[in-house]
């Protein structure tokens, strides 16, 4: 039987979003980012230029640079996160690639939540972030013929989440 015909699902439905979404990454001092969901790949994935690698209390971590504007490198927001894995992805030409991976927080629309990242060089590619199905899982459903369904954030992202993390606007 279905447990949310019954009424006794532990979770609300899932919210309903569009292809493409705005969203906000506050641990990484991204305020605003166009974001194409897409179920068809696994992992989420974001552009990440400038990327090293250091030690920190025993621990791998990662400085990078972000453009989160599409097809522009003129504003970059630098931030640090600890690498968690390292995972090889097939990217969309096919090809293997080992990339790093970390977690951060993620905000569309009035929700939030943790997610996994590989970080990669997208420039070639039309979004600077992809949200993958695991991201999405039990979070959202995509309305293929929507777009930015969720709104963009803007003055109402807290003041916490503008200025959390360690990422620097520069540009």
Excluded: C
């Excluded at 179920?39 to 621990?59: I, K, N, W």
């Excluded at 390292?86 to 030409?93: A, L």
């Excluded at 991976?101 to 629309?109: H, Y």
């Excluded at 990242?117 to 991201?135: C, I, K, P, S």
């Amino acid at each position: 039987m279905n447990r949310r015909a019954t009424g006794r699902s532990r979770r609300p439905p899932p919210d309903t979003l569009g292809w493409r979404e705005w969203a906000t990454l506050p641990d990484l001092g991204i305020e605003t980012i166009k974001v194409k969901l897409d179920t068809g790949a696994r992992t989420s994935s974001l552009h990440a230029v400038d990327l090293t690698r250091f030690e920190r209390d025993g621990r791998e971590w990662l400085r990078f640079g972000v453009h989160p504007n599409q097809r522009s490198v003129r504003n970059v927001v630098y931030a640090e996160a600890q690498m968690v894995d390292e995972r090889w992805v097939r990217n969309s030409g096919g090809h293997r690639e080992l990339r790093p991976v970390i977690e951060t927080r993620i905000g569309i629309g009035g929700a939030s939540w943790d997610i996994e990242l590989t970080l990669t060089r997208r420039d070639e590619m039309g979004f600077r972030m992809l949200l993958g199905r695991q991201a999405l899982r039990g979070r959202a459903v995509v309305d293929p013929s929507g777009s930015y369904r969720a709104g963009r954030p803007g003055p109402d992202v807290s003041e916490s989440q503008r200025t959390t993390g360690s990422g620097e606007n520069e540009g």
